[in-house]
């Protein structure tokens, strides 16, 4: 017995000019389809939506535009990322690929915003592509703030270690590349230990979170404070040389100094001592000025606390 369904024809075919437009303005995307020379043959609401609610010129959807001149006429702050995606409409238009694809930002003054701009081939006489940009603002801003929370040390909202370490290493091998000058600075708080026994952990987390303040408020702005541990904090200080990153690890230790906290048992006080390094084209990695400026920080204990001593290329310190 013959089982076969016939299954109902559709009341509207697909060829119907109005049902293909019906069918790109349901797409929540930005659509807009172009001919084998890049001219707009059709675009959807949304992206006629989008271009009015962004002040685009009058003509900008106009159908037999020319969507390469449109995307070259973006501003020099987009600049880059249009004249990219211009050689990605360029390579399908041409079938040298087979699709091209790019994040791009894409703020306004009151928001920030992100699409994934795709171009895919039409597989038609004649070519052509079609160009969507679907707005992906939402996983960005999630990826964003992952990214963020990885590189963050959650007590102090600093950089953590990783991400300072990282920055150290990136002055390292800039100094070893082009010359210049790059120093850090390692601080420890004093006698922590005896603020967690004496006040509780709430105050010693207090105590971190203010130094970390006090700290970033001292620092010039290409400096950087991250946290590596416990109470021990790293300073990235770009363009600084030793005698520099002396002045600066003093104006830290004044700030944190003069740092109180009020407490159960009155106002408790903090000092550091410092360590300073300058990083130096001999390093083999920053290991190496990491431990010159840590042997100079225990030096700083040994000397009384509360003070910078500078590391001279080996482990000869000068206080």
Same mark, same amino acid.
């Given at each position: 017995m013959d089982h076969a369904v016939t299954l109902p024809r559709p009341s509207t075919p697909i060829a119907d000019p109005d049902y293909a437009k019906a069918v790109l303005d349901a797409l929540a995307s930005h659509i807009c389809v172009l001919d084998q020379r890049g001219l707009i043959v059709a675009v959807n609401?949304?992206?006629?939506?989008?271009?009015?609610?962004?002040?685009?010129?009058? *003509?900008?959807? *106009?159908?037999? %535009?020319?969507?390469?001149?449109?995307?070259?006429?973006? !501003? *020099?702050?987009?600049?880059?990322?249009?004249?990219?995606? !211009?050689?990605?409409?360029?390579? +399908?238009?041409?079938?040298? /690929?087979?699709?091209?694809?790019?994040?791009?930002?894409?703020?306004?003054? !009151?928001?920030?915003?992100?699409?994934?701009?795709?171009?895919?081939?039409?597989?038609?006489?004649?070519?052509?592509?079609?160009?969507?940009?679907?707005?992906?603002?939402?996983?960005?801003?999630?990826?964003?703030?992952?990214?963020?929370?990885?590189?963050?040390?959650?007590? !102090?909202?600093?950089?953590? %270690?990783?991400? +300072?370490?990282?920055?150290?290493?990136?002055?390292?091998?800039?100094?070893?590349?082009?010359?210049? +000058? @790059?120093?850090?600075?390692?601080l420890d708080l004093d006698r922590f230990k005896a603020v967690n026994d004496t006040y509780g952990h709430g105050v010693g987390d207090e105590a971190l979170r203010a130094v970390a303040r006090v700290c970033t408020a001292a620092l010039?702005? /290409?400096?950087?404070?991250? %946290?590596?541990?416990?109470e021990e904090f790293l300073v990235c200080l770009p363009g600084a040389d030793?005698?520099?990153? +002396?002045?600066?690890?003093?104006?830290?230790r004044a700030a944190v100094a003069g740092c109180a906290l009020a407490t159960d048992h009155?106002?408790?006080?903090?000092?550091?001592?410092?360590?300073? @390094?300058?990083?130096?084209?001999s390093d083999r990695k920053v290991d190496d000025a990491m431990a010159r400026a840590d042997r100079a920080l225990y030096t700083a204990k040994d000397l009384g606390?509360? %003070?910078?001593?500078?590391?001279r290329g080996g482990d000869r310190m000068a206080d």
């Open positions: 609401r949304a992206w006629r939506r989008f271009a009015l609610e962004n002040g685009a010129p009058p *003509d900008y959807s *106009d159908i037999g %535009r020319n969507y390469l001149q449109v995307c070259q006429s973006s !501003t *020099d702050a987009e600049e880059a990322e249009a004249s990219l995606f !211009t050689r990605g409409v360029r390579a +399908v238009l041409e079938r040298r /690929s087979a699709v091209f694809e790019l994040e791009y930002p894409c703020h306004s003054p !009151t928001e920030r915003r992100w699409f994934l701009g795709r171009v895919t081939p039409l597989e038609v006489a004649g070519g052509g592509a079609v160009v969507s940009h679907l707005d992906i603002t939402e996983r960005k801003l999630v990826e964003l703030e992952l990214a963020r929370l990885a590189a963050t040390d959650p007590l !102090t909202e600093l950089p953590n %270690r990783r991400f +300072v370490m990282e920055l150290v290493q990136g002055e390292l091998e800039r100094v070893q590349r082009f010359g210049g +000058v @790059a120093a850090l600075v390692l010039r702005r /290409s400096d950087v404070v991250g %946290r590596l541990g416990g030793a005698s520099a990153a +002396v002045r600066i690890a003093e104006k830290l009155g106002p408790l006080r903090l000092t550091a001592s410092f360590g300073v @390094a300058e990083l130096l084209p606390r509360n %003070r910078v001593v500078r590391a």
